[in-house]
Every structure is written in C-alpha cells, then in structure tokens.
C-alpha cells in the first residue's frame, strides 16, 4: 500500500515557468514532509522540508504548501530553469520512526 | 556538512559471487543507516534499517541472508549482496540519520550517491 500519493508522474515546463508537484497521505501521525531531488545516477538529495506547524515555507525558488486538513502538500519551482530537471521525491515519516515513506517521483523537464 | 559516501559507485560481478558495498558518513555520526533500493523510474524500496551496534531490520520481503547488513560503528555500514543473480542487479543507496532527537522527532536523512550492481 502506498502511503504517499505523488503526481504527476512527469511534468514538462517552460524556463521561467512554474513547476508544480502533488503528493497526499493518509496517516495522520505524518508530521515531517521532506522533498529530494535525484539526478540519473545520483542518489536523492534533500531540498527542502516542512513540518505541520506551518502552511507554507520557502527557501529561495521552492516552496512547500501544506494543508494538514486535506492531507496534501506541494512542491513549487518558480522560475524553472534547465537545471532543475530531476526527478524530484516527496517523502513523509512521523515522529519516533526513523523510516522514510517515499512517494512514486515525478520526472521534471524544463525546456529552455 | 552532512556528507554520506558509497564505495563502489559502480559494480559488475558475474552470478553466483557476493558483493560488498559500503556507506559512510564523512562529518557526523550516524546511529542510523538506511539501505534502499531503487529500479530505474522508481520510487526507493527500503530494504533494511541498522543501527550502530545491533542487527538490521529488515522490510517484509527483503531476505536478510541474502542482504547482510553490518552496522559496525558510527560512520560505516556495509550491504554484502551474497550469491548474487541478474535480478539483483539494481541502485542500492544507503542514507545515514543521527537517529532521534529528545522528544522522539528524527533528524534528517542524507543520502549517499548509489551504487550501481550489474549481475552477469
């Protein structure tokens, strides 16, 4: 059973556009919401993370929406740019557990 | 900071042989390590959790005699893939955590760049 829900599979975008990208859970226990981005050949590096105290946190072009009451946050890339093409993971853990539940990873292309 | 390594980043071996690969963390000390792994277009499938010290828990489907995992100290952890056949071939990626914080929330996870297995 999947525990994180994560879409779109890939995304194509324009440079200077707006990547957005979507992931759901259903356990409420979740409260750490972390997004990695992975290079072919690489492993998953961390961006950026949001805990459930907060709606929003930003950090330089990425942002990180919550809604603890849908149970849903996003990824938003502003201003894209040929560089960000990765393949980009949301994640989610809850406090006393270790493990890391991976979403399915949605494939960025930004076109210059 | 928080640098975790793999060593090898890359490697063939023929069927039937067993494979090492390690995971260090370079600039922290890490209580817990994580092996995942990862088919291409996919998501990571954690195998096994260490920690320093004790035995791996393994994920459900994952055959701990066939993934030996060694925790021996704080910064290096080793995957022996034993008898090693073409569908093991795969990414592993280790991730290494400093484990809990007082108060029971974790610290982050870093991962390591992966290892390529190809089996022939």
């Known amino acids: 059973q999947q525990q994180v829900k994560q879409s779109p599979q890939s995304l194509i975008v324009q440079k200077g556009g707006i990547s957005i990208i979507n992931c759901a859970y259903e356990n409420t226990a979740f409260d750490y919401f972390p997004w990695y981005q992975q290079f072919p050949g690489k492993g998953p590096a961390l961006l950026i993370a949001i805990r459930p105290d907060v709606s929003e946190k930003k950090e330089g072009r990425f942002t990180i929406s919550f809604n603890k009451s849908a149970k849903q946050f996003s990824l938003h890339i502003m201003d894209s740019q040929p560089g960000d093409s990765a393949t980009y993971f949301c994640?989610?853990?809850?406090?006393?557990?270790?493990?890391?539940?991976f979403g399915t990873g949605t494939r960025l292309t930004v076109i210059p | 900071g928080a640098v975790v390594s793999q060593h090898p980043s890359r490697v063939i071996c023929k069927s039937g042989t067993s494979v090492k690969i390690e995971c260090r963390s370079l600039?922290?000390?890490?209580?817990?390590m994580f092996w995942y792994r990862q088919f291409p277009k996919q998501s990571l499938m954690l195998m096994a959790t260490?920690?320093?010290?004790?035995?791996?828990?393994?994920e459900q489907g994952v055959e701990k005699d066939k993934f030996l995992i060694n925790h021996a100290s704080l910064t290096l952890s080793t995957l022996t893939v034993t008898s090693a056949h073409p569908e093991d071939s795969s990414f592993y990626i280790c991730?290494?955590?400093?484990?809990?914080?007082?108060?029971?929330?974790?610290?982050?996870?870093?991962f390591g760049p992966g290892t390529r297995l190809t089996v022939t």
């Open positions: 994640a989610a853990s809850k406090t006393g557990a270790n493990n890391l539940f």
């Open positions: 600039d922290f000390q890490a209580t817990t």
């Open positions: 991730s290494a955590s400093q484990g809990m914080r007082a108060g029971g929330s974790s610290y982050e996870q870093y």
């Open positions: 260490s920690n320093e010290g004790s035995k791996a828990t393994y």
